[in-house]
């Protein structure tokens, strides 16, 4: 009677503590807030690296000769981030909330043949660059080749070549947008560039108002000269948008995939294919087993000592030991530790505990994980 009433209360308390998860209010990225920003306040702006497709090697964004502040100051940084190659370091951009900027001059270089020679061979290897706004990565804004909706390339690219010559990308138009909530503070929730290649930044001072039509529109890109010396003047604009994505939504248009079909087909396929050859395995050895069953059977009538053949030579092998049996051991146990990694990995990360603004969790995690999992 006392197991029965037992029983009783603890599915009644399961059955309450179910009823609770409505009332439940969480975090969109746990461990994650949102910064409320004022008008006119600064933003800072940080550079993270330079990736490039071609060579998987990344780059700290000073080692090339770019405007620096007159003190950097690097961000201390956990595991995971120093394994993706992240050197998160301050920049001389200087945003305020809700100030637009127009043709700024970030400052002017004079690099050496060595420090253009360097900056053409990462050009021609394709690097982009990366940079922060409150834990949030910069992005450059394409259409599709359908021309049917935009999408977000991550970081922009540091200049581009075309017919032999080499541009460098001198000009960014950052663009900052915002989502006012209802205290009348500021959240950013998007980051967006549009790299330009000028050759003739006017300064602000110099043409007032109209500077940005005329860097927008009246220009020649700035080409380098990869055997002498080049006189670069680096200049941005700032312009704040409003956005009706919520702080808590504003990773899913980096998150956002337009090629879903294309992957649902090459899985579809390789599960068909997969299929397909275990039938085929499946028939040869059903038949092979059923012949050599049907053989046995008919020795059995005949009552006959015939030498064993067909899977029956091999039914004892699988108890004797293999020549490599510690190569094979370490194979297994590697199989299993990584098997349990990723599989734990998952599970974590389907919870919402693996979140991209969380910098370097997923490589810490998965550094923890195959340590432990041994």
Sequence with gaps: ?????????????????????????????PGIAPIDYESEGPLEIKAVKMTSI???????YYSLPFCAPAKKQYIPENLGEVLRGDRIVNTPYKVKVMINKSCTILCDKTWSPEESQTVAKRIKEDYSVHMLVDNLPIATKFRTLDNTEFQYEHGFK???ERDGKIYINNFLHLVIKYHKDNSGSFRVVGFEAQPMSISNIETKTA??????????????????????ENKIRFGYIVSWEPSDIVWASRWDTYLAMSDVQIHW??????????????????????RTLRRDIAKYNQEDELDDTIEESGW???????????????????????????????????????????????????????????VFMG
């Design 207 to 228: 043409v007032q108002e109209t500077a940005e039509a005329e860097c927008k529109h009246t220009f020649v890109s700035q080409e380098i000269n990869q055997n002498g």
């Design 1 to 29: 009677m006392a197991d029965h009433k037992q029983g009783f209360f603890s599915g009644t308390l399961v059955v309450c503590l179910s009823f609770l998860v409505f009332a439940v209010k969480a975090f969109y990225l």
């Design 54 to 60: 071609k060579t998987q090697l990344p780059y700290d």
């Design 312 to 370: 029956k030579l091999v039914h004892g092998d699988v108890f004797r030991p293999p020549r490599f049996r510690l190569l094979l051991t370490a194979c297994v146990g590697s199989g299993v530790q990584l098997f349990a990694m990723v599989l734990i990995t998952l599970v974590v990360a389907m919870f919402g505990m693996l979140s991209p603004a969380s910098r370097g969790s997923l490589l810490s995690a998965v550094v923890f994980l195959f």
């Design 265 to 286: 087909f090459s899985i579809v396929n390789s599960v068909v294919i997969a299929i397909f050859l275990s039938g085929i395995v499946s028939m040869i050895l059903i």
């Design 158 to 160: 540091l200049g581009y």
